[in-house]
T-cell receptor
Framework: AQSVTQLDSQVPVFEEAPVELRCNYS??????LFWYVQYPNQGLQLLLK??????LVKGINGFEAEFNKSQTSFHLRKPSVHISDTAEYFC?????????????FGTGTRLLVSP | EAGVAQSPRYKIIEKRQSVAFWCNPI?????LYWYQQILGQGPKLLIQ????????DSQLPKDRFSAERLKGVDSTLKIQPAKLEDSAVYLC???????????FGQGTRLTVV
């Protein structure tokens, strides 16, 4: 069974500063990796995904993430954050080649961007 | 393109009462999911449908939760009777078969008092 660890429950950062949200996963099989964002009282929106190919994945809103198989990590980064990036961010994994997507989510990291 | 529609947005019920949530997925999406998101936690998959068949319901508390997708489109999730620990946001999501991108609705926030 897969599991996802997001060690940072909350990350405060100033506007225009860089940010990294950490994600580590555990699985006995190959996985696909995802980052979702959840704004207050909203559903989840896909930021980016890693299925195969280049380990550096670019997503929406200027976010990117790097898949590191040896460290079983998929950290999310943004070089310069905006106030509007304040939200909850969830890392998720799904087993490869099951034919169906069964997402296992981490507990989330709240990004707080202040002026 | 219309997104995943869910209703109601909010629901408050007393324990031991019953409640039902409705979901209308994106047109053409054969796969439909129901997730439970308890405050401070990530979403947890309750049940997954492929058309009107159940793919995975291993984490659905079947003594009180039920779900159906009779015509392979809309779905309802029911809780009967509700417990205090069922207070959560219930998220519906859908995707095309074989893709790895699920689209989520805004969710239904359930409070059991």
């Amino acid at each position: 069974a897969q599991s996802v660890t997001q060690l940072d429950s909350q990350v405060p950062v100033f506007e225009e500063a860089p940010v990294e949200l950490r994600c580590n996963y555990s699985s006995s099989v190959s996985v696909y990796l995802f980052w979702y964002v959840q704004y207050p009282n909203q559903g989840l929106q896909l930021l980016l995904k890693y299925l195969s190919g280049s380990t550096l994945v670019k997503g929406i809103n200027g976010f990117e993430a790097e898949f590191n198989k040896s460290q079983t990590s998929f950290h999310l980064r943004k070089p310069s954050v905006h106030i509007s990036d304040t939200a909850e961010y969830f890392c998720a994994v799904s087993e490869v080649n099951t034919g169906f997507q069964k997402l296992v989510f981490g507990t989330g990291t709240r990004l707080l961007v202040s002026p | 393109e219309a997104g995943v529609a869910q209703s109601p947005r909010y629901k408050i019920i007393e324990k031991r009462q019953s409640v039902a949530f409705w979901c209308n997925p994106i047109s053409g999406h054969a796969t439909l999911y129901w997730y439970q998101q308890i405050l401070g936690q990530g979403p947890k998959l309750l049940i997954q449908f492929q058309n009107n068949g159940v793919v995975d319901d291993s984490q659905l508390p079947k003594d009180r939760f039920s779900a159906e997708r009779l015509k392979g489109v809309d779905s309802t999730l029911k809780i009967q009777p509700a417990k205090l620990e069922d207070s959560a946001v219930y998220l519906c999501a859908s995707s095309f078969t074989g893709t790895y991108e699920a689209f989520f609705g805004q969710g239904t926030r359930l409070t059991v008092v």
